[in-house]
């Protein structure tokens, strides 16, 4: 059971660059959320899902999108990369109910140079 | 402003050295509150959830109690490989608002 997979785990890009941090899961969870994880300060939430074609913004969702065409499949797209989204992205799904437990992927490990 | 604040930032004990962790929030509409484990390099780990004051959890040598202020880690006894970061999130209607967390060192 792969659970919550993330690819890829590191990138490096360049200032100005767009690319897709994928996220796919295999526990047909309808709630998925992206955080962002940065030294010394808690997950934080940039977007999420609450079902197929249902997207909603989070606490940070400047210079990201996200668009959900399947139950599985959660992709975060940053438009042109800026040094400051260096950081850690975690996916996270859960069930129906907000009560629920979030499960998190090993995340990916983005520079921005 | 919706808060959570965990304490302390780190922690070092020796093998069998029993303590608390500390998880305070200001959350208005909180849902509940979620404790998770964190390895280097690795996604958060869902622990416990604890849904009213009083409430209490436990799994092998951690215990994980609520209170209407705050919440509290007790790990009784570590070993090293309890070593890791421990992060607290509060439940805002299925959003949840995490701490800062608690990185605990266990040294043989």
């Known amino acids: 059971n792969a659970g919550v997979t993330q690819t890829p785990k590191f990138q490096v890009l360049k200032t100005g660059q767009s690319m897709t941090l994928q996220c796919a899961q295999d526990m047909n969870h309808e709630y998925m959320s992206w955080y962002r994880q940065d030294p010394g300060m808690g997950l934080r939430l940039i977007h999420y899902?609450?079902?197929?074609?249902?997207?909603d913004q989070g606490e940070v969702p400047n210079g990201y999108n996200v668009s959900r065409s399947t139950t599985e499949d959660f992709p975060l797209r940053l438009l042109s990369a800026a040094p400051s989204q260096t950081s850690v992205y975690f996916c996270a799904s859960r069930r129906t109910g907000s009560n629920q437990p979030q499960h998190f992927g090993d995340g990916t490990r983005l520079s921005i140079l | 402003e919706d808060q959570v604040t965990q304490s302390p930032e780190a922690l070092r004990l020796q093998e069998g050295e029993s303590s608390s962790l500390n998880c305070s929030y200001t959350v208005s509409g909180l849902r509940g509150l979620f404790w998770y484990r964190q390895d280097p390099g690795k996604g958060p780990e869902f622990l416990f959830t604890?849904?009213?004051a009083g409430e209490e959890k436990e799994k092998e040598r951690l215990k994980a109690t609520l209170t209407k202020k705050e919440s509290f880690l007790h790990i009784t006894a570590p070993k090293p490989e309890d070593s890791a970061t421990y992060l607290c999130a509060a439940n805002q209607g299925g959003k949840l608002i995490f701490g800062q967390g608690t990185e605990l060192s266990v040294k043989p």
């Open positions: 899902s609450v079902g197929a074609g249902i997207t």
């Open positions: 604890l849904y009213s």
